[in-house]
C-alpha cells in the first residue's frame, strides 16, 4: 500500500510539475535599470518567466498585445502615457491580464485610482523581490492582494478629495476675468499700488475686489487664494515663497 501510494503521488507530481506552464510576467517601467533588474530577479524564480521590459506606456499596450502575458507589473509614474491609462487599455484588450500598479512615492489615492482603472491592486518599489514574486502568483490565482475594507477606505477618501476638487473648482469659476486678473497681478509679486495703477481703479476698489476673491473662494488670506489658484489652474505657477 505505502509502495503504491508513493509510486502514484510521486509520478503524479511530476507529470503535474512539468506540465505546469511558468507564469509570463511583463514588466513596465521608464527606468530601464530597475526593470532590468526586476527581470534579472524574477527570472531567478522557476515558476515566473518575464518575456519583456516596456519602458513606456505605448511600449507596455503593445507588448501586452503581443505576449499575452499573465500578469503586468505597471509603473504608475510615465512620461507621456501614464500606467493608468496603460492599464485600463490593456484590460479592455485583454480583461484576463493581472495587472499590478508599482509606486515609488506615497499616494493615499493611488489605491483607489488602480482598482478604478482595473489592477488588481498596489506595490510600492520597495517591496522585496520575494514580495513582488508572491504577488504574480497571487493575482495569478485570481486572489486579492488587498482587504476589501482597505480597497473601499481608499474609495471612500478618492471620492472625498474629488468632491472636493469639485466644490473649489466651482468656486474658483465665479471669479469674474476682472478677479483673475488681480490674482494674476498678485502672483506675479506685484504691489497693490502697482495692480491698482496697471488696472486703472482706485485703491479701494482694489480692496473691495480683493475682499470678493476671499469670500467667493471661502479663505481668509491672499495667499489661501493664490495657492488655491494655482493649484486649479487658474493663474500661472509662481514660486509662492516670494509673495508678500
Same mark, same amino acid.
Given at each position: ?41 524574477? &527570472? ?30 505597471? &509603473? ?11 492599464? =485600463?487599455?490593456?484590460? =479592455? ?12 512615492? &506615497? ?51 478618492? =471620492? ?85
Amino acid at each position: 500500500m505505502a509502495g503504491n501510494g508513493n509510486g502514484s503521488g510521486t509520478g503524479n507530481g511530476k507529470a503535474n510539475g512539468a506540465a505546469r506552464k511558468p507564469i509570463t510576467v511583463l514588466i513596465v517601467d521608464d527606468e530601464r535599470t530597475f526593470g532590468e533588474a526586476l527581470e534579472v530577479a524574477l &527570472d531567478r524564480e522557476k515558476d515566473l518567466r518575464v518575456v519583456h521590459v516596456a519602458t513606456d506606456g505605448l511600449d507596455a499596450v503593445a507588448s501586452a498585445t503581443e505576449f499575452h502575458p499573465d500578469v503586468v507589473l505597471m &509603473d504608475v509614474s510615465m512620461p507621456g502615457m501614464n500606467g493608468l491609462e496603460a492599464t =485600463r487599455r490593456i484590460k =479592455r484588450c485583454d480583461p484576463e491580464a493581472a495587472v499590478v500598479i508599482l509606486s515609488g512615492h &506615497d499616494d493615499e489615492y493611488m489605491l483607489a485610482r488602480a482598482v478604478q482603472a482595473g489592477a488588481a491592486g498596489l506595490l510600492r518599489k520597495t517591496q522585496a523581490v520575494g514580495d513582488v514574486a508572491s504577488t504574480v502568483r497571487r493575482v495569478h490565482r485570481g486572489e486579492a492582494i488587498h482587504d476589501q475594507s482597505e480597497v473601499e477606505r481608499a474609495q471612500r477618501r478618492l =471620492r472625498h478629495r474629488r468632491d472636493v476638487d469639485g466644490d473649489v473648482k466651482g468656486r474658483l469659476e465665479r471669479l469674474t476675468p476682472r478677479e483673475i486678473q488681480i490674482l494674476e497681478a498678485m502672483a506675479a509679486g506685484r504691489q497693490p499700488e502697482e495692480i491698482a495703477a496697471e488696472l486703472g481703479m482706485s485703491p479701494n476698489t482694489l480692496r473691495t475686489h480683493t475682499q470678493n476673491v476671499l469670500t467667493k473662494l471661502r479663505v481668509h488670506s491672499k495667499m489661501e487664494a493664490l495657492v488655491l489658484a494655482i493649484r486649479y489652474g487658474k493663474v500661472a505657477t509662481v514660486d509662492l515663497t516670494e509673495i508678500v
